[in-house]
């Protein structure tokens, strides 16, 4: 019998990791809160259709399926929290202002996302709709700074990108279908050697902006040294112009960014500014985030949006450990008098906790004092 074995990539949580991870949790939550985000929790499963966004073919390999026994139809376990809040911002909220939320919950995953990645990541994010302006995306910056914080995670290493730039270069190739995701996947890897093989059919100049992407990485000279290398398309022009926008912004709040311009690894659903904080020691990015302002539209209201998330499991580990609540050790008696002021303990915010059977160390049940009967009346003391 092997039955406590979990699958790979799968862990359980025991009491003083559980305790670090609703710790920051909790923390966290009111950190967003502060903000002037709302807090909304959507299912852990719903109808595939509805947690898959366009033709996300990564995302969709990502999500666990199966089939609901009640309607027939495909259900899928969601990989990713977005979409179902731009589900509710669309369908649910319908508000014509700005709306701020946020969520904290399990997703599960097909595949773990890097090296020594959670397959059921507890994730957390905050998401602004309805507002195109770089304001927006400077706040969920800032806000994804101060959570990292809160994660002992004091120098992040910013990475922007955006992916209009790809998206108008590929498109002016004419890359479609499997030889646009391959192109995509290697401009990720920075691949050169791979990359101009894809691009051997390609015309001249857009081969040539492609082929850039992979190197075209570094502070804000690196956005100068596309203008110079990249096609003057449409597309490209605006992606550079809002990359320029944000780091005048983010500069005035004291934010200096690097620019890595084949930064794609966000982009399920992403429609613009990419973003990715890395940290010493993490072998993944920390958080993520950027632009999806056509999430919305499979729900019949595409809105502006931007957002970021992170995984608190993955943050908690390394945070000091979170001290067990002390608590007191209560005699397991039927007595009126002891039950009233067990009663009154607990009301006033102690922990107490009745002895069953023997007790060989109370330091397993973090108690540091006990109930007991002195003259008459039931009082606390030290153990």
């Not at 800032?142 to 809160?150: A, F, S």
């Not at 008098?337 to 059977?357: H, K, N, P």
């Amino acid at each position: 019998m092997r039955n406590w074995i979990l699958p790979e990539n799968i862990a359980d949580l025991l009491p003083p990791e559980a305790r670090r991870v609703e710790t920051l949790r909790r923390a966290s939550l009111d950190l967003i809160a502060g903000f002037g985000y709302e807090l909304v929790q959507p299912p852990l499963i719903e109808y595939v259709d509805s947690l898959l966004t366009r033709d996300d073919a990564a995302l969709d390999l990502k999500t666990f399926k199966l089939t609901d026994q009640l309607s027939g139809r495909q259900l899928g376990l969601r990989a990713d929290i977005t979409p179902q809040v731009a589900r509710i911002d669309a369908h649910l909220l319908n508000r014509q202002g700005v709306a701020r939320l946020c969520y904290a919950g399990p997703v599960v995953h097909t595949l773990p996302d890097g090296i020594m990645a959670a397959r059921e990541p507890l994730q957390l994010g905050a998401e602004i709709y309805g507002y195109a302006g770089v304001a927006a995306d400077v706040e969920i910056v800032e806000l994804m700074g101060e959570c990292l914080k809160l994660a002992g995670i004091a120098h992040v290493h910013l990475d922007i990108g955006h992916i209009r730039l790809f998206l108008a270069l590929a498109d002016a190739a004419g890359l479609q279908g499997g030889a646009r995701e391959a192109v995509f996947r290697t401009i990720q890897q920075k691949d050169a050697a791979t990359l101009a093989a894809l691009l051997a059919d390609v015309p001249a100049d857009l081969k040539a902006g492609l082929l850039a992407l992979p190197n075209l990485y570094g502070d804000l000279q690196v956005l100068e040294q596309a203008e110079r290398s990249l096609p003057p398309l449409p597309g490209v022009q605006s992606a550079l112009r809002e990359l320029r926008e944000l780091s005048v912004a983010l500069a005035a709040r004291g934010i200096t960014p690097n620019f890595d311009l084949a930064e794609l690894r966000s982009g399920y659903y992403h429609t613009g500014l990419v973003f990715a904080a890395y940290a010493e020691g993490w072998p993944n990015a920390v958080a993520r985030g950027g632009r999806y302002d056509h999430v919305g539209e499979q729900f019949g209201r595409p809105r502006p949006a931007t957002g970021f998330s992170l995984d608190l499991k993955e943050l908690a580990w390394r945070l000091p450990p979170a001290a067990a609540r002390a608590a007191i050790l209560a005699p397991s008696t039927f007595d009126l008098q002891l039950a009233d002021a067990i009663r009154q303990l607990r009301a006033a915010g102690e922990t107490v906790v009745v002895r069953l059977g023997e007790v060989v160390d109370p330091e397993e049940l973090h108690a540091n004092r006990e109930l007991v009967l002195l003259d008459g009346q039931w009082q606390v003391r030290a153990l």
